[in-house]
């Protein structure tokens, strides 16, 4: 049977402090801020200035336009109720995948199993073992279609064998910039992934257990697509996605497994866009899940820095872990309300894995994580990858919280849920590093029903 594995290094890496450039032939991006409600005829002023209006987000006092024009800002500005015209940045969410080549690949004749565990990977799957997936499982909790989780990313694959009808094809979209993806309009205007991260990110939280378990394999994911095909976006695009996820009744959870480490100072305003479109999800009643990002850096103690959205109130960051339960070298840590979830690491304490299929030159990277692998990236739709990053952390919280919330449809409330996952977390040592712990999904959804909500 034909394998060829792949390990590609940790994913939501971002250090960026600088914009990239748009490309070259593109009307540079702006965020809009109203002071109240935008006039009627904003379109019209937007025109005016020497932009185009791209979206108007009015309930987080949102608008994103373009402009060629240098002095734009400034003529945009003295606008009646507009607060505010800011430069937006196109920066790096997530590494390219120009050095991701290799592959483990599915043979065609494996069929589903008659649960989760069933897949033929499964195995090799030793982070949803570490959550305990198999206990919410064996409680006959699998998550469910009506309560789906939106995955704001690159896009998705809904052709790849284990995500074929899981992915919620009517409400996925795509909120891109027109003019900022280098792979053009094909890609801005369609949630199909064309990077390969969205893809991956996915498969963890459901799948069709052929190739990998997922940890909620009867969810639907919404795909959201802020990232293009290089894994950048603007602010205003991971903005305007959490605008548009929010409003979708049937989605309890949002997951982001995107970072951008910032300075504070000089980027308040785009920090403030990306937190207003946090808090308005969570007042409409969405977990928002983020990656605490893979810089290694403790963002606690007086740290000039912030990432965002995993620094933003109201949401839940995710650090990562190791194998053998430590923080993974790449994780980000310092914020003592962050959860933990196992992300892969290298190198591997443990050995091989009892019962996984893979051949010996590769067991050396069994202890990073299994994902789906975009179609057309990989040659065909029964492909997958093993990779390390927060990135692969995050939506193993997001899919438990969806577990969770499966069991209470729409009587919990974000608040509620955050607090469970909280207070049923494997507790793992100092608060600094660790923050409230690993996350455990066979105890969330068995104390889901005995726990008040109250605070810790």
Known sequence: MPRRLSFFGCCAVVVLCLALPVPASAAKPYVVEAN????????????????????????????????????????????????????DKLVQWTPSRSSFTRTATLPSSTTAGPNPSGAFFFKCQW???????????????FGSPEIKVAVLDTGTDPTHIDLAGRIDTEDSTSVLTPGTSPCGPSDETSFVDQDFHGTFVSSLI??????????APKTKVVAVKVLNCAGSGTFGDVAAGLHYAAKLHDVGVINMSLGALIPKAGN??????????????????????????????????????????????????????????????????????????????????????????????????????????????????????LGAGTSFASPLVAAVAELVDSTQGDEISPEHLRHILDRTATKLGDPHVFGKGEVNASKAVQTHGEDNGGDD
């Not at 002023?45 to 373009?66: P, Q």
């Not at 500005?77 to 430069?87: Q, R």
């Not at 982070?127 to 006959?140: E, H, K, V």
Request: hydrophobic residues 40%; charged residues 15%.
């Open 36 to 87: 109240g409600s935008f006039p009627a005829d904003l379109a019209a002023k937007v025109h005016g200035a020497g932009g185009s209006l791209t979206a108007v987000h009015d309930e987080i006092g949102m608008a994103r336009a373009t402009s060629d024009d240098p002095n734009f800002a400034a003529k945009l500005a003295a606008t009646a109720n507009v607060s505010g015209v800011y430069a």
């Open 127 to 141: 982070n949803l073992t570490q959550i305990d997936a198999p206990g919410a499982w064996a409680q006959g909790v």
């Open 206 to 215: 459901t799948s069709n257990s052929r190739g990998i378990a997922a940890v």
């Open 268 to 385: 308040e305003d785009l920090i403030r866009f990306i937190s207003k479109a946090v808090d308005f999800a969570t007042d409409h009643g969405k977990l928002v899940v983020s990656a605490a990002g893979n810089s290694g850096v403790d963002l606690g103690r007086g740290s000039p820095f912030i990432e965002v959205p995993a620094q933003s109130d109201g949401g839940i960051g995710v650090e990562a872990l190791a194998i053998d339960r430590s923080l993974a070298s790449y994780s980000n840590f310092g914020v003592t309300t962050f959860l933990d979830a196992p992300g892969g690491d290298l190198p591997d304490p443990f050995g091989p894995l009892p019962g996984c299929p893979l051949p010996p030159s590769v067991q050396p990277f069994e202890s990073l994580v299994f994902g789906a692998c975009l179609s057309s990236f990989c040659g065909g739709n029964n492909f997958y990858l």
